[in-house]
């Protein structure tokens, strides 16, 4: 016998990488066929739509956004029109199609590690206009939370026992199984990749939701915590985030397999209800770039404005006079000139 036949026999499977053993397990427990399908043989499909240009039926959709930036409403607002199959907040006018607010309302299906739905869901979903009788839950007090996990038997039964239209789970974290790292390589890819099998078999979507990365300056896949698998398995990405514009939030379209990327949606919550505001080509890049700018720049238009008044406060000076002092005082041309045209607004100073 070969020498690494004589390792392989005598190694314990407990002892290989949990991938590894995995996929042992399963080589020893079937027999595989060896027939392949001829794609001349394959049925093509067109994409189907849960939320038309947004949330592709039977696939995985990813929820990103800071913490704060209000994802269980966006989701509570979403099956919310599943349950009773309205529209969803994100489709306006000419992007709601005819048959879509006329179809029967869904069964979905949630869970949270987050929020008790007693304390905090069920209000949210009911002043959202939800059908409750359509919605299906367990309580994370319940000993059987624990065993839902992405591969566990438990939640493909009960999968396969309802048929959700929509499964939400909040967060991705909770749910991963114990043996997995979500910050190694193609772990997160491994560990979603039954959700994929589950959409087609079961009828089932799924929507993840994930916290974003706390860093400055980044968006787009980077902006994912833990690990950028996730953005790679889903078939599309909506990441959440706030504007400038008080109050004012964004939904943006940052990935989609099935197409162009769809508008991002501006919003506002109201006594906890989603309220549409408008579409924007912008996207998660410009908001964050935004925010960072003005991060920036506020300190240094803050001291320009009090420099401005305390300059100001015997009198009327010359402009000229004002710009080569705050240059001596290292206060930038454009600070200046921020300050000046914020001051203008507030009514403090005139011309």
């Not at 099956?79 to 179809?103: H, I």
């Not at 065993?147 to 974290?173: C, W």
């Not at 910050?183 to 990749?193: E, K, P, V």
Request: a neutral charge.
């Amino acid at each position: 016998m070969r020498r690494a036949e004589r390792q392989f026999r005598h190694t314990s499977i407990s002892a290989l990488l949990p991938v590894t053993k995995l996929f042992v397990q399963r080589y020893l427990q079937k027999n595989y066929s060896l027939d392949m399908v001829t794609l001349e043989n394959v049925e093509e499909k067109e994409a189907k739509w849960l939320i038309t240009d947004y949330i592709p039926r039977y696939q995985i959709t990813t929820l990103v956004g800071d913490g704060g930036s209000r994802k269980t409403s966006i989701w509570c607002s979403i099956m919310a029109a599943v349950t009773n199959g309205t529209r969803c907040f994100m489709l306006e006018g000419d992007l709601v199609p005819k048959d879509f607010a006329e179809c029967e309302g869904e069964t979905v299906m949630f869970f949270s590690a987050e929020d008790s739905f007693e304390y905090v869901l069920k209000r949210k979903l009911r002043k959202s206009g939800a059908n409750l009788k359509n919605i299906l839950t367990i309580d994370i007090s319940d000993d059987r939370f624990q065993d839902i996990k992405f591969n566990s038997p438990l939640f493909e039964q009960l999968i396969d026992r309802y048929r959700p239209a929509l499964v939400v789970l909040d967060p991705i974290q909770a749910f991963v199984p114990p043996n997995i790292q979500m910050g190694q390589r193609n772990a997160m890819r491994d560990c979603l990749s039954p959700l994929v099998g589950y959409g087609e078999k079961y009828g089932t979507t799924f929507l993840i939701v994930v916290h974003s990365n706390k860093q400055s300056g980044i968006w787009g896949r980077k902006r994912i915590a833990d690990s950028a698998d996730i953005w790679d398995i889903s078939r599309s990405v909506l990441m959440a985030g706030e504007t400038n514009e008080s109050g004012v939030r964004y939904l943006s379209h940052e990935k989609s397999n099935y197409g162009m990327t769809s508008d991002t949606v501006l919003y506002t919550i109201e006594d906890e209800i989603v309220k549409f505001v408008d579409y924007t080509t912008k996207k998660d890049k410009d908001f964050v770039t935004e925010v960072d700018y003005n991060t920036k720049q506020r300190p240094q238009k803050d001291e320009a404005k009090e420099f401005i008044l305390d300059f100001l406060k015997d009198g009327e000076k010359e402009v000229e006079e004002i710009n080569s002092t705050a240059k001596v005082m290292s206060i930038s041309t454009n600070s200046i000139k921020n300050a000046k045209a914020e001051l203008k607004r507030e009514g403090k100073i005139s011309k």
